[in-house]
């Protein structure tokens, strides 16, 4: 927003109202979201929420000028089929047999295909995207550089789970 203000100023521009809207799936917690949103120093922004997917359609055609998505297209939209046989693991693990890595990599084609698809159909003519995401290498995907955290949470979940059935729920 200073950017704008400051390139709008130095071109003799008015400034631009700026619309944000802000998107999250239905669950979210989108009260304590509004509630933290900073005061914008009287700023010409205003703030709204969209709950839906974003592997949908969010917005009216053509009416979004910049898409901003941070740390969250790593999330896919659903558990892939085919990866029944990856027992005692969360995602693709060393252990985990050959099609789960492919299972992943074919549900995040399709996800991410539809993210763009339907985002293409939303923004205006020359709209602009910036996208930051976790990936990981196609030459060694259970490389630790991605992937310790995942294992960390499957050492946690297997433990519980031995605990609950030591006391006999
Ligand atoms: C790690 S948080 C990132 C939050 C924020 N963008 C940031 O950078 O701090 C990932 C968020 O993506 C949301 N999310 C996951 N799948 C989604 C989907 N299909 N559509 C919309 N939001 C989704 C989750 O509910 C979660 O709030």
């Not at 549900?107 to 020359?126: A, G, H, P, V």
């Not at 709209?127 to 955290?149: A, E, N, Q, V, W």
Request: net charge positive.
């Amino acid at each position: 927003m200073d950017i704008i203000a400051s390139v709008c100023r130095q071109a003799h521009w008015e400034s631009p109202e700026l619309q944000v809207f802000l998107n999250d799936l239905p669950q979210n917690d989108f009260n304590t979201v509004f509630k933290s949103i900073p005061a914008f120093n009287g700023k010409p922004c205003f703030v709204a929420g969209v709950a839906g997917s974003f592997y949908q359609r969010l917005f009216p055609s053509k009416s979004i000028h910049f898409v901003h998505s941070s740390y969250s297209l790593h999330w896919l939209s659903k558990v892939p089929r085919g990866v029944e046989a990856n027992k005692g693991n969360l995602y693709i693990a060393k252990t985990s047999p050959p099609n789960v890595s492919k299972a992943y990599s074919e549900q995040y084609r399709n996800d991410f295909s539809r993210f763009l698809r339907f985002r293409s159909e939303e923004m205006i003519t020359e709209g602009r995207m910036l996208l930051t995401f976790i990936g990981r290498s196609i030459t060694d995907p259970t490389s630790k550089d991605c992937c310790t955290i995942w294992d960390l949470f499957t050492k946690s979940l297997l433990d519980l789970v031995a605990e609950v059935h030591w006391i006999g729920v």
